[in-house]
Structure formats: structure tokens, C-alpha cells
């Protein structure tokens, strides 16, 4: 009964800080119905939904139902799935669940936020534990600021480093007309602008928005009937640490290792630089660009930052990441991960106009979570041969 | 940003509710928190499957997930393995910025403890520092009742 799966079409609202303009669920029919276009289907031949966003950003607890007038579902299967950061990865992962079980063959797949509808900070902070975390630290930023601190003590990286990364990620952003941030900045701007959290500046985090994502995914009976060029789904996992801020090896996300392990080896990918051909990273802040692409197995421990500062992860390099302008660029939570993943099967697909990367065969889309867990989705080309 | 409400009359409906949460501590956290209150001592969880001991304790081994745990007191000294120095005040801080969150490995557990340092320079903060646990004059069961830590002496 098992199935392959693929993405077969993506839609994605214009990115902003606010959208005065549109309620939360016609900013989710912007995007339902740009990946409808995309894959030339109609609401009809949609068999179940699933849907995600963070209850606390926009106090509504009952998002599958609410939804129904912006993503279709109304008399249809529609499930919410919510897991903080990683939430858009991970409504991509269930949605894959559905078809490649065979129980669904085409499924919508919505990530959606309006973070300038609360107090973003305060929100975030419903992410850590009430009673041993919670009243000790508050906002997103400083566990990044203590990841970078022990990565810095543990491999000598410096800021000038968080910040090439930064300067990489606005850059790219320029050529996605999606991408709330479009403006090049140069590393002494990134490294002059205000410090929140050693050694966080500004411009080294992402900034907050209001945006959808959605995604088709179809099953091997039809995905080739609705594209041409379906992107396959390879592999998909996630990880968790233990429960607590402390309990995290700073300076390494440990998550992301065993993730990445897991799905390269079910998809027998041996050297993934070379066979990796395009990473859109969920990356809240510069220094992940370094740490993480090291626990992914792209370069070993301590040698991100030599990797980065070669142009490799450019526009153009070996290995290019983010070619979206990635979380830096713009960061609608729910949908932040589904939009890792909708611009990696863009990129499979040879959809991504602007920032395409050429000759694509193999994608990487992940999603990140405040206490240090993982989601992470290997995209193909080809049929997967299992 | 002003050009966002261009030819937007944006209309706002705003909230009249607050929901106001309390958590119960639970049996693992409040026999930590009796204790330090009562005692001024700090205690972990050991698996002796696993051979490691937790701070924050745990009702069972997060590794293993054996249930057959063991209460040991620590002595209230550890060693700094990640910090920042929070710039600008959020209204969720315990107090005004800057403030020097760390990680503190007490000595001889498994998992970081999450908390303040003080009498310290941000500037003179460095991963592997020693560090005390200064305890609260007034107690409350709850982790202030450690006041913050500071450099060992």
C-alpha cells in the first residue's frame, strides 16, 4: 500500500511585516490558491489538508477549522499540526506521511503566520519550559546567542564570521520577490548594528512577518500526471533532544546530526556536499549557517566558517544555501519551514525563476525548533528507488 | 513600514481576554524545590543504568527511560558552558537589562542548569569559568530561590 510521494505545486503569499490589509485566512488563500494554479489542479481534487501555525502568535486554538474559507476544507480531512519553529517542516513531513501510506492521494499542505498580531517575543517564550526555563529567560534570541558563545570558545569562530553569513543570506534575498527583507548589506553594516545578545546583532537575526506557504504533494499515481518535473520526496525525519534548555550540547545541534544521518544513509548519500546540490536552512540567526552545516555532515566540525567565507554556499558555488534569502530574509513561523520546503522543490522542479541554481538532482530543506530539535527533508529529481 | 497601510484602512479588533496560566510544579520539581527551599541544597536524578545524574531532576531517565531513579544532593558549584549577555529588556525578564544568562554544568551532572550570573563584569564572563550558587534570604520554592550564581571563591 506504501506509495512514493512528491511536491507537485507551491504558493507563497508576498512576504511583509504586516499585512493590515488581509485577515489570517485570506492571507492562507493567497497561497492556497497560487499552488492550486501552480499545479493546475482545483480545490475538488484536493483529498485532506493539513494545516499549521504556533495557537500562541494569533490566540486562535481551533486554526483547521477556523481555516476552512482560505485553505478549501470545508467537508474535507483537515488536521492541525503545530510544533514550534519546526512547524512548517513538519506539516510537510505528516502531509508526506498521508500519501506515501497510501491512505491519501493528493494532500494540501498549509503553513501559515501572522506574527504582528501579538506580542512575537512574548509568544516564543511559550516554547520553553514554565517551571525551570521560563522564568529564568524569555524571547528567542539569547539560546542562539549562548549556541554561538560555545561555538566561538569551542572552534574560535568570530562575529566577522556570524556576519558573512548575514551579508550571503540578504544578498540572495534580492533575487526573491517573495522575501520581506530585499537589501544588500555589507559586513561592516552587520557588525555596527545593535547588539542584542552577544555576539547577536541586528542584521545577524531574522525579523518577524505575516505570510502562508501552502504545498501539493501527490502520490506516484499522479504525481507524473500533474507535472512533468514532480519533486520526489526522499526521506524525511526529526529529532529531539531532551526537555531542557541545559540539557543541549552548545556550540553542536545535536538534533540536526542524527537527523541528517538517519536520511542520508536510507538514501545512500555518502559525501553530501557533492551530492547535495542546493540546502534551504532554517536559519534564524548567522552563526547557524556555520554550526549546523556542520552537524548536517556538509563540512566537519570547525570548518563552517573557511567553507562559507570561500563563496561555496554563494550564488553560484558549489554548494549554494538559502537561495531564497532564507529566515534572515523572512520569518512567518508556521510557515517558515514549508517555505524551506516549497523553495527546495522549487528548485528540483526548475521553478525558481530568479534564483535558480543550476542542474539540480538533490535538495535539502530543514526546519529548527527553540529547544534545539530538528526536522529535515531530503528532496530528488529522480523516482527514489525504494 | 508606512507604505504597508497605503490605501489600507486597516481595521483592528483587539482582544479583551487574557488568559492567565498557573503550572503545577509537579512531584519531581516540587521534592527539588522543597529542598532547596527548606535546606538551601541542590539535588539531581541518577539513573545508575545509565550512570549519569540530571539536573533539572527528572521523574524518569530521559536516555533509558527508566523509572528507577535516585535522589542525590550536589554540592552548589559548577562550571559555565554557554552565556549571553541580553542588551535589550524584553518584559518577560526577571530583571533590567543587560543581564548574563548562562548555562551552568553543576558539578558532577549530566544537563546544564539555566540561569543568572552577578557580580561579574559582562566583559569578564568565559565559558569554563567556576561558578557558586548564591541562595535567596527569602525562599520560595521556585529556581530564584537561588538568587543567581556568581564566581566561585
Redesign the interface.
Known amino acids: 500500500m506504501a506509495k512514493r510521494a512528491a511536491i507537485v505545486g507551491t504558493g507563497q503569499t508576498f512576504h511583509?511585516?504586516?499585512?493590515?490589509?488581509v485577515n489570517g485566512q485570506e492571507l492562507i488563500n493567497e497561497a492556497v490558491s497560487r499552488a492550486l494554479l501552480d499545479a493546475n489542479l482545483t480545490m475538488k481534487d484536493i483529498d485532506a489538508i493539513i494545516i499549521g501555525n504556533m495557537d500562541h502568535f494569533e490566540?486562535i486554538n481551533y486554526v483547521d477549522c477556523w481555516s476552512v474559507d482560505g485553505s478549501g476544507g470545508t467537508m474535507k480531512p483537515v488536521m492541525k499540526i503545530t510544533t514550534g519553529g519546526t512547524t512548517g517542516c513538519t506539516i510537510a513531513i505528516g502531509g508526506y506521511h498521508l500519501v506515501a501510506s497510501g491512505m491519501f492521494d493528493k494532500v494540501l499542505i498549509v503553513g501559515w503566520e501572522k506574527n504582528s498580531e501579538s506580542?512575537t517575543?512574548?509568544a516564543i517564550?511559550t516554547a520553553f519550559d514554565?517551571?525551570?526555563?521560563?522564568?529564568?529567560?524569555?524571547?528567542a534570541?539569547?539560546g542562539l546567542?549562548?549556541?554561538?558563545?560555545?561555538y566561538i570558545?569551542r572552534y574560535g569562530a568570530t562575529d566577522r564570521d556570524g556576519a558573512r553569513v548575514s551579508v550571503r543570506d540578504r544578498k540572495h534575498a534580492l533575487n526573491n520577490p517573495h522575501a520581506q527583507l530585499r537589501k544588500e548589506v555589507s559586513l561592516e553594516e552587520v557588525l555596527a548594528s545593535?547588539?542584542?545578545?552577544?555576539p547577536?546583532h541586528l542584521l545577524d537575526v531574522c525579523p518577524r512577518t505575516d505570510g502562508a506557504c501552502a504545498v501539493i504533494m501527490a502520490s506516484e499515481d499522479s504525481a507524473e500526471k500533474i507535472t512533468k518535473t514532480p519533486d520526489w520526496i526522499w526521506g524525511t525525519g526529526n529529532r529531539h533532544p531532551?526537555?531542557?534548555?541545559?540539557?543541549?550540547d552548545?556550540?553542536r545541534l545535536t538534533s540536526m546530526e542524527r537527523t541528517a544521518k538517519e536520511i542520508f544513509k536510507k538514501a545512500g548519500i555518502k559525501e553530501p556536499r557533492k551530492e547535495i546540490n542546493v540546502i534551504e536552512l532554517y536559519q534564524p540567526y548567522s552563526f547557524a549557517g556555520i554550526i549546523w552545516i556542520e552537524d548536517m555532515g556538509i563540512v566537519p566540525p570547525g570548518k563552517g566558517a573557511e567553507y562559507i567565507w570561500s563563496g561555496a554556499t554563494d550564488m553560484g558555488g558549489e554548494l549554494p544555501i538559502n537561495p531564497s534569502g532564507g529566515v534572515i530574509s523572512c520569518n512567518p513561523i508556521g510557515a517558515t519551514g514549508l517555505i524551506r520546503c516549497a523553495e527546495a522543490a522549487m528548485q528540483v522542479m526548475g521553478k525558481a525563476e530568479g534564483r535558480q541554481v543550476p542542474d539540480v538532482n538533490h535538495a535539502v530543506s530543514t526546519g529548527f525548533g527553540g529547544c534545539w530539535w530538528t526536522d529535515m527533508i531530503l528532496h530528488g529529481k529522480k523516482k527514489p528507488n525504494y | 513600514m508606512s507604505n504597508v497601510f497605503k490605501g489600507v484602512e486597516p481595521l483592528v479588533v483587539k482582544s479583551k481576554i487574557s488568559v492567565p496560566y498557573h503550572w503545577w510544579a509537579g512531584e519531581t520539581a516540587s521534592a527539588f524545590f522543597i529542598k532547596l527551599r527548606d535546606e538551601q541544597k541542590i539535588s539531581g536524578t541518577w539513573c545508575a543504568a545509565c550512570k549519569k545524574l540530571f539536573l533539572p531532576p527528572r521523574k524518569t531517565c530521559p536516555l533509558c527511560f527508566s523509572a528507577q531513579i535516585e535522589w542525590k544532593t550536589v554540592q552548589p558549584v559548577g562550571t559555565v558552558t554557554a552565556f549571553t549577555v541580553v542588551r535589550r529588556q524584553l518584559a518577560a525578564m526577571p530583571r533590567k537589562a543587560p543581564v548574563i544568562y548562562a548555562m551552568i554544568k553543576i558539578d558532577g551532572t549530566e544537563t546544564g542548569l539555566l540561569h543568572i550570573l552577578d557580580e561579574v563584569k559582562p566583559g569578564d564572563v568565559k565559558i569554563g569559568m567556576r561558578v557558586e550558587a548564591k541562595f535567596a534570604e527569602v525562599r520560595k520554592a521556585t529556581i530564584f530561590d537561588i538568587e543567581y550564581f556568581r564566581p566561585a571563591r
Open positions: 511583509k511585516s504586516h499585512r493590515p490589509d490566540g506580542d517575543s512574548g517564550t514554565p517551571i525551570w526555563d521560563r522564568l529564568v529567560f524569555a524571547g534570541i539569547s546567542a549562548a549556541e554561538a558563545q560555545a570558545a545593535p547588539m542584542l545578545a552577544d547577536i531532551y526537555a531542557y534548555l541545559g540539557d543541549a552548545y556550540g
